[in-house]
Structures are given as structure tokens and as C-alpha cells.
């Protein structure tokens, strides 16, 4: 089955920096999903994209669709201590409609 | 337009005894897919139901089964509950087509003991 890597596992920045994660996969993808997750919350979606290399913002969030459709990259500029939680990519291949998840970004703040 | 509804938030279930976990898409939304997440594990993936009939499957045992109603919302069911079966249980809701985004609901907390 489909496999996404996503990276890195957690990452330590202080209030101000930018923060760069990835997802990759062993299949073409034709969409891409970025979820942050609260602690005992459900996931929200933050950006998607649907075309390969189409680059797309949220505020402070941009995100882009790799041209080989086999992956995607969140950014976030300015990190605020909000930004605190775990980021998820998700794809879906261009057969079928289920999602499959990366393990997911654990980010922390420090102001 | 309301978000995706999970019912209940928090639950307490001991060993041995079954459960049913509920969900509300958003409105329109046809597809609901269910969620196992554990510390460690990420997202599983349990199963996707679209008008009424069960369109994915992951790798769970049988004891998890699911359904879904003609108004599009769905309940899962956990058969003899197991400690390891504790964990945060997600559904999200989409139109259900292919490039399609998917919205999840808060999460119902399930812990066995």
C-alpha cells in the first residue's frame, strides 16, 4: 500500500523563525492535505492542494504540491506560540479516495 | 453551515463490553471515513462508508464494524472491548469525489479499563 514519510518527526524553534516539514511518497498522489492537530482535538485542515506545483497560502501557511506528485511541503513564517501543535500531511492517489497520513510533525514554540 | 459532530466526546468502557461511537458529516457530505489514533501510532485508518455501503477498509479485526444511514451519518461498533482499544477515535466528512478535502470532528475519547 501507499507510504508517507513525513519530516522531520519534531522540530524545537524559538518565536519568530520559519519552519519548513515535508511529506514524501512511494505512489502518485492527486491531492494533498495539511492537517494541525491540537492535543485532544481532531484535526484541522489548514491548506489543500489539487494540482501538481500549484503553491498555495493560509496567512502565515504556504504550502506546495511537488511536480512529481510524489510530494508536498508546509511552511510556516513568523512561528507564533499558537502555532504549537502536530502537523499531518495527507494524500490521496490518483486511485481511490482513501487518505493516507503521514505520522505527523510535532512542533514547539518557544517565546 | 455546522461542522462534523461526534458523539459522545469522552467515554469510559471496561474490558469485554461493546461501544457506539457516532458521527454527523457536514451537511451534503456523502463519505465518512473513521480514524483509530493512539501516542505513537498516528492515524489509522478503520474504514470509509459513502451512501450507505462500506467503500474502504483497513487492516482492523472484525470486532470493529461500521454503517452508515441514509442521511449520511454514521456509527461505529467495537465489539469486546479490549485495553488496547483506548484511544481517540476520528471520523471525517467529505463530498466523497476524488479531489475532494475531508473535515474531521473532535474526536471521541475512548478508554477501557
Known amino acids: 500500500g501507499q507510504q508517507l514519510n513525513q519530516s522531520p518527526q519534531s522540530m524545537f524553534i524559538q518565536e519568530g523563525e520559519d519552519v519548513s516539514m515535508n511529506c514524501t511518497s512511494s505512489s502518485i498522489f492527486n491531492t494533498w492535505l495539511w492537517y494541525k492537530q491540537d492535543p485532544g482535538e481532531g484535526p484541522v485542515l489548514l491548506i489543500a492542494?489539487?494540482?501538481?506545483?500549484e503553491l498555495t497560502s493560509n496567512g502565515r501557511l504556504t504550502a506546495q504540491f511537488g511536480i512529481t506528485r510524489k510530494d508536498s511541503f508546509l511552511n510556516i513564517s513568523a512561528s507564533i506560540p499558537s502555532d504549537v501543535g502536530i502537523y499531518f500531511c495527507?494524500?490521496?492517489?490518483?486511485?481511490?479516495?482513501?487518505?493516507?497520513f503521514g505520522e505527523g510533525t510535532q512542533l514547539t514554540v518557544n517565546p | 453551515k455546522a461542522g462534523v459532530t461526534q458523539t459522545p466526546r469522552y467515554l469510559i468502557k471496561t474490558r469485554g463490553q461493546q461501544v457506539t461511537l457516532s458521527c454527523s458529516p457536514i451537511s451534503g457530505h456523502r463519505s465518512v471515513s473513521w480514524y483509530q489514533q493512539t501516542p505513537g501510532q498516528g492515524l489509522q485508518f478503520l474504514f470509509e462508508?459513502?451512501?450507505?455501503?462500506?467503500?474502504n477498509k483497513g487492516n482492523f479485526p472484525g470486532r470493529f464494524s461500521g454503517r452508515q444511514f441514509s442521511n449520511s451519518r454514521s456509527e461505529m461498533n467495537v465489539s469486546t472491548l479490549e485495553l488496547g482499544d483506548s484511544a481517540l477515535y476520528l471520523c471525517a466528512s467529505s463530498q466523497g469525489g476524488m479531489n475532494t478535502e475531508a473535515f474531521f470532528g473532535q474526536g471521541t475519547r475512548l478508554t477501557v479499563v
Open positions: 492542494l489539487y494540482k501538481a506545483g
Open positions: 462508508y459513502f451512501s450507505e455501503t462500506q467503500r
Open positions: 495527507a494524500g490521496r492517489p490518483t486511485s481511490g479516495s482513501r487518505l493516507t
